[in-house]
């Protein structure tokens, strides 16, 4: 029986220990004096435009009539009067202790109302920092909220100082990205709409801009979107006359949209928060960064070669900026013009009469390859004509060959993975 007890006795001091160091309310809890600012009628006094506040959440209780009701946590509170109209950010996520944080108007703590604000955490979903669009002379309460059952990890600390819309806010204004796998970084944290502006049904309406040009034609995806954004590509010069290419967005079931982007087009690309304009929830607008991704090209196979897959035919004249980052070569491939298959890429053209045709990379930036073939798969090819380097400085160029009406001709160019033309 005395060992019994013992252990009995050694089990409850186990729980209570356990309990008070995870912060759950109770005797630990009991044992703190409450910090002067425990209640909404003595709220610490903060001022100026930019500064910080250290406090403690240890002890803290809560009131009735405290928003949140049955559910709210132990809470201390500031007040803020802004001394000029404009933005403000407050964040909460630099103390020991990361608490809760809310922002509201009003004298009395049954009556208090919240505005409108930006919740700009560090990461999605995680971290208290609002941005507050302040109005001059008018009085602000923030509440600080959660559970510490001991001093030292339930230190807090308050910032707060003006905040900036972000620089590419405006559609004129949009970030230039460049390179064949353009990043998209940045916030939108208290971002606008603007007037004309194409939202998604499930826009926070904090919408940032970026403008992308590709040096040549690519197949692009928009990977990796988090799940709190929308991200949409568009064509068009002005908000109000743009046309959607491609959109990314969890909401909508979208992972991974791909896109084909010809050589020189402008792509307007927006990105947004989801929210719920019904009910005029607005997402999270922490910092991201998202990665477009250049795929192969279709005709790096030779199953779909271009003027084959496409259903358009070849033209007989004509030239095409394009690049082979990314291609490989076929199980089977031949050798073209002696160099043995790498990166290729292959075109179909099927002449309606019989032509003289001249095919030349000349004035390419990479060093090519090219090769004319017949033949129905790539490891049954008969080859017509191959050049390496006739065209000089290390460009290829088939200058002539007569083709028949009708007949198929394969033309293959390879080289290294670089853009080229």
Same mark, same amino acid.
């Given at each position: 029986?005395?060992?019994?007890?013992?252990?009995?006795?050694?089990?409850?001091?186990?729980?209570?220990?356990?309990?008070?160091?995870?912060?759950?309310?109770?005797?630990?809890?009991?044992?703190?004096?409450?910090?002067?600012?425990?209640?909404?009628?003595?709220?610490?006094?903060?001022?100026?435009? $930019?500064?910080?506040?250290?406090?403690?959440?240890?002890?803290?209780? @809560?009131?009735?009539?405290?928003?949140?009701?049955?559910?709210?946590q132990?809470?201390?509170?500031?007040?803020?009067?802004?001394?000029?109209?404009? &933005?403000?950010?407050?964040?909460?996520?630099?103390?020991?202790f990361?608490?809760?944080?809310?922002?509201?108007?009003?004298? &009395?703590?049954?009556?208090?109302?919240?505005?409108?604000?930006?919740?700009?955490? +560090? /990461? #999605?979903?995680?971290?208290?920092?609002?941005?507050?669009?302040?109005?001059?002379?008018?009085?602000?309460?923030?509440?600080?909220?959660?559970?510490?059952?001991?001093? #030292?990890?339930?230190?807090?600390?308050?910032?707060?100082?003006?905040?900036?819309?972000?620089?590419?806010?405006?559609?004129?204004?949009?970030?230039?990205?460049?390179?064949?796998?353009?990043? &998209?970084?940045?916030?939108?944290?208290?971002? /606008? #709409?603007?007037?004309?502006?194409?939202?998604?049904?499930? @826009?926070?309406?904090?919408?940032?801009?970026?403008?992308?040009?590709?040096?040549?034609?690519?197949?692009?995806? =928009?990977?990796?979107?988090?799940?709190? &954004?929308? *991200?949409? *590509?568009?064509?068009?010069? $002005?908000?109000?006359?743009?046309?959607?290419?491609?959109?990314?967005?969890?909401?909508?079931g979208?992972?991974?949209?791909?896109?084909?982007?010809?050589?020189?087009? @402008?792509?307007r690309?927006?990105?947004?928060?989801?929210?719920?304009?019904?009910?005029?929830?607005?997402?999270?607008?922490?910092?991201?960064?998202?990665?477009?991704?250049?795929?192969?090209?279709?005709?790096?196979?030779?199953?779909?070669?271009?003027?084959?897959?496409?259903?358009?035919?070849?033209?007989? $004249?004509?030239?095409?900026?394009?690049?082979?980052?990314?291609?490989?070569?076929?199980?089977?491939?031949?050798?073209?013009?002696g160099?043995?298959?790498?990166?290729?890429?292959?075109w179909?053209?099927?002449? +309606?009469?019989?032509?003289?045709?001249?095919?030349?990379?000349?004035?390419?930036?990479?060093?090519t390859?090219l090769? =004319?073939?017949?033949?129905?798969?790539?490891?049954?090819?008969?080859?017509?004509?191959?050049?390496?380097? $006739?065209?000089?400085?290390?460009?290829?160029?088939?200058?002539?060959?007569?083709?028949?009406?009708?007949?198929?001709?394969?033309?293959?160019?390879?080289?290294?993975?670089?853009?080229?033309?």
């Amino acid at each position: 029986m005395g060992v019994a007890m013992w252990r009995y006795r050694g089990l409850v001091v186990v729980l209570l220990l356990v309990g008070a160091l995870l912060g759950v309310p109770g005797r630990a809890d009991a044992a703190l004096a409450p910090p002067p600012n425990d209640a909404f009628a003595d709220a610490q006094v903060v001022t100026g435009t $930019s500064g910080s506040v250290d406090g403690n959440i240890a002890g803290a209780t @809560t009131e009735p009539g405290e928003p949140g009701g049955d559910t709210a946590q132990p809470s201390i509170w500031y007040r803020w009067t802004a001394p000029q109209s404009g &933005l403000y950010r407050f964040d909460a996520t630099t103390g020991v202790f990361k608490p809760g944080m809310a922002v509201y108007t009003g004298t &009395l703590l049954s009556t208090l109302q919240r505005p409108a604000t930006d919740w700009c955490p +560090p /990461t #999605a979903y995680d971290g208290a920092v609002y941005v507050l669009p302040a109005t001059a002379g008018t009085s602000y309460v923030l509440s600080l909220t959660g559970y510490s059952a001991n001093v #030292a990890p339930g230190a807090t600390t308050l910032r707060w100082g003006p905040h900036a819309r972000p620089a590419n806010d405006a559609f004129a204004a949009a970030t230039v990205v460049t390179t064949l796998e353009p990043v &998209l970084a940045g916030d939108n944290c208290a971002a /606008t #709409a603007e007037s004309g502006e194409p939202l998604d049904e499930y @826009t926070s309406r904090r919408t940032v801009w970026f403008s992308w040009a590709p040096g040549v034609t690519v197949r692009e995806a =928009v990977r990796d979107v988090p799940q709190h &954004l929308i *991200v949409t *590509v568009y064509t068009g010069s $002005s908000p109000g006359a743009l046309t959607r290419v491609a959109r990314s967005a969890s909401v909508h079931g979208e992972y991974g949209t791909e896109f084909t982007a010809p050589a020189g087009t @402008t792509y307007r690309i927006q990105v947004d928060s989801q929210g719920s304009p019904p009910f005029g929830i607005v997402g999270p607008q922490p910092p991201f960064r998202v990665s477009m991704i250049k795929l192969p090209h279709c005709n790096d196979a030779f199953s779909c070669a271009i003027g084959l897959t496409s259903g358009v035919p070849l033209p007989l $004249s004509g030239s095409e900026l394009t690049d082979n980052i990314g291609a490989t070569a076929e199980a089977g491939e031949p050798a073209h013009a002696g160099s043995t298959a790498s990166h290729s890429l292959w075109w179909q053209l099927t002449p +309606p009469v019989g032509a003289t045709v001249t095919v030349s990379t000349a004035g390419s930036g990479i060093d090519t390859v090219l090769a =004319v073939y017949t033949g129905a798969t790539v490891d049954a090819l008969t080859g017509v004509v191959a050049d390496d380097d $006739s065209a000089g400085a290390a460009r290829a160029g088939c200058r002539s060959r007569a083709s028949a009406a009708g007949r198929t001709s394969w033309r293959s160019t390879a080289g290294p993975a670089r853009p080229g033309r």
